[in-house]
């Protein structure tokens, strides 16, 4: 959804690499931001107010390499329990649950995206002050994502944070036909059961990815947010 720390923005710029993958764009996005800072102030040390509080100032320091964190583990850490499988719709009473003892403001319908980004948003997001990139998001909140060929349930997906707020978001794009179908399918369960950011499914999407994709990943950045 879009709100004052999410993409997509006003202007954004978005590309397609082929034969790459979220990590090669990991390492693209970083060395983009740190040409870009140069090229227009001069050092990679950028002062600007703090999102919590724009009376206090942060020094954001884009020369540094930037933090990686793993969305489940870390939320199971916050957390200080393990989690339901995600990806399960059996765990939605349990996520809803761990939400309302937290206080955090949902409302329906009480899907398993968006109750995970309300903890997201509650536990990791705010801890993003330097450059940050959440990775491996779980399958339901990234039905155009490739799985993790390692790590079950999650997929090859980073988010850009810096100063609290969204920059950019990246995967490494599902090109899987028979897999994505599925996925579109969730979706539309998700879109009947009152979410309406849950797309239909696009049948023309998926019959094209049966002519075949190479491996690639996909890159969108908020021009605006950046300037």
């Known amino acids: 959804g879009i709100d004052n720390t999410h993409n997509p923005e006003f ?21 983009m ?38 969305i489940m583990p870390t939320l199971e850490q916050k957390l200080g329990r393990s989690l339901p499988n995600p990806n399960d719709e059996k765990s939605i009473e349990e996520y809803t649950a761990i939400c309302k003892s937290l ?7 009480y899907t398993l995206p968006h109750l995970l980004d309300k903890l997201i948003g509650h ?19 990234s039905p155009l994502s490739k799985s ?16 609290g707020h969204e920059f950019c978001n990246s995967y490494s794009e599902l090109n899987d036909p028979a897999e994505q179908r599925h996925r579109m399918q969730l979706q539309a369960k998700a879109n009947a059961m009152g979410d309406e950011e849950a797309p239909p499914p696009d049948e023309h999407f998926c019959t094209a990815l049966e002519y075949g994709l190479p491996t690639t990943a996909g890159w969108g950045l908020g021009i605006d947010r950046l300037v």
């Open 11 to 31: 202007t954004s710029c978005e590309f397609y690499m082929a034969h790459a993958t979220y990590r090669d764009l990991m390492q693209l996005t970083q060395q």
């Open 33 to 70: 931001l740190r040409d870009i800072a140069m090229k227009a102030v001069g050092k990679y040390k950028i002062s600007a107010p703090l999102f919590t509080d724009p009376l206090k100032v942060v020094e954001i320091d884009l020369g540094k390499e930037f933090a990686v964190i793993d």
């Open 103 to 109: 206080n955090l403001s949902i409302s329906p319908p």
């Open 123 to 141: 536990f990791i997001e705010p801890d993003c002050i330097q450059p940050t990139f959440l990775i491996h998001h779980p399958e339901c909140m």
């Open 148 to 163: 993790h060929p390692t790590q079950a349930g999650v997929v090859e997906r980073f988010e850009l944070f810096i100063n």
